[in-house]
């Protein structure tokens, strides 16, 4: 069994050094790429103002986060809940700083969990194209018409879906253009007719007097027999 942890923060800036603070971490657990219904999210209270740039791409602001937990309070059932799993995760750096940075303010080690960036995934299959979230929704079909708004959780989920695209999913066995983000309208998928119809006969596989006997017995079971009928045909 593969278990495999996509995650995703929302936060009041770019760089935990200069300040800025995560305000919310979702996460979705994967049973073998797929979803498992497990999901861990908190909401966090950064202990300083929301920049206006901020809020207007997750919507949390200084009153609503006031109460909530501050990281040293969920950092424990965080951990425990990631475990030793490989995390998914799009623009890995930017996640990973906040998160050790806050890890380290508490003298626990790093977190040192296999890491699968799907920037990175997306950029290999789709090179020179745009591989932002909402870019690869597009691409892939995935509907993000709920999104009105950056949310750790929902960005997730969406995340999820998308890796599983990434990785072969529904689109196995297609061959996609490298430009296929950027131009959708110039989609061209290439798939491949299979001929099902052999080259060369099968050998016989029983004798003359196998099929004759096969005959007669058939022959004895009257004409109303299912067989009779069958071999009629």
């Known amino acids: 069994m593969l278990r495999e942890i996509v995650l995703d923060t929302e936060t009041t800036g770019f760089k935990a050094t200069n300040g800025d603070r995560i305000v919310e ?10 979803p498992s219904g497990k999901d861990f999210q908190t909401y966090i209270n950064p202990e300083r103002d929301m920049p206006d740039g901020a809020f207007s791409v997750h919507g949390l602001s200084e009153e609503f986060l006031a109460d909530k937990p501050l990281f040293h309070d969920i950092a424990t059932d965080f951990l425990s809940f990631i475990d030793d799993a490989p995390l998914i995760i799009h623009n890995a750096p930017f996640d990973m700083g906040f998160l050790n940075f806050e890890l380290k303010k508490m003298n626990i080690e790093p977190i040192k969990n296999k890491i699968i960036d799907t920037v990175l995934l997306a950029r290999k299959i789709h090179p020179g194209a745009r591989v932002s979230l909402d870019a690869l929704c597009k691409h ?13 959780l929902l960005d997730s989920q969406i995340l999820a ?16 253009s490298e430009n296929i983000l950027e131009e959708p309208q110039n989609q061209q998928i290439n798939q491949k007719t299979i001929n099902l119809t052999r080259t060369n006969k099968l050998e016989d596989r029983i004798s003359k007097q196998e099929e004759q006997a096969h005959k007669d017995l058939i022959k004895n079971m009257g004409e109303n027999a299912l067989w009779t009928k069958l071999y009629s045909k």
């Open 140 to 152: 892939y079909g995935v509907n993000n018409s709920h999104r009105t708004l950056h949310g750790a």
């Open 25 to 34: 971490i979702g996460c979705i657990e994967l049973i073998n790429h797929i």
């Open 161 to 176: 879906e998308i890796y599983l695209e990434l990785i072969g999913g529904r689109q196995v066995g297609l061959s996609l």
